[in-house]
């Protein structure tokens, strides 16, 4: 099977259109005030239109409270929501069950306890996505972390891996790890939030191709 490709943090439509005709399977959308890749409900409402049913649209939300959380999700129709920050396993169960839509949880992979932690999430979220640890922001800081501490890990859900991945390694992130699915942000970008296409098309031809 080949690797799932998700480019988080677009932003425009040429971005879209370029991830898209590259071949990535996932389109991240992020509504996070923070975020130098935020975009409000009204634009990302614009962009998901321009997202084709063959690709799945994925909102990211962090820390989101009930209603930001019911609103987006209402309005954007995203196909999965990615929560990328502190929410408990209470919680996504609950998004997931509440609202039927595909729930993700990102985790910052610091050590082998966080594996240990992840546990309390099964059956609580359809799919892990194990990051780089938290700094400013949650994510999307364009640092990787210990690849090996994955080895040997009997997921029980399906899982991707996050982190500082660029169109130079992540070709080595898959041998690596295995893994089902890989996402990037800043790895594809010339400035913070903004995007390069050539970057977008390069790396989704090495995940390709790994």
Known sequence: MSTQIKICGLSTPETIEAAVDAGATHIGLVHFEPSSRHVSIHDAVKLRRLIPSSVRAVLLLVNADVK??????????????????????????????????????ALGLKDAGTLERSQ???????????????KALPGGNGETFRWDLLKGH????PWGLAGGLTPDNVTEA????GTELVDTSSGVESAPG??????IRAFCEAAKNA
């Open 194 to 199: 903004v995007k390069d296409v050539d970057l």
């Open 120 to 134: 309390k999430y099964v059956g609580n979220v359809d799919r892990f996505l194990f990051d780089a640890p938290a």
């Open 174 to 177: 898959i041998r690596s790890t």
């Open 154 to 157: 009997e997921h029980q859900v």
């Open 68 to 105: 930001v959380t019911g609103t987006a999700i209402g309005e954007i129709k995203p196909d999965v929501v990615q929560f990328h920050g502190r929410e408990t396993p209470e919680w996504t169960g609950a998004v997931r069950q509440r609202l039927g839509i595909e729930v993700w949880k």
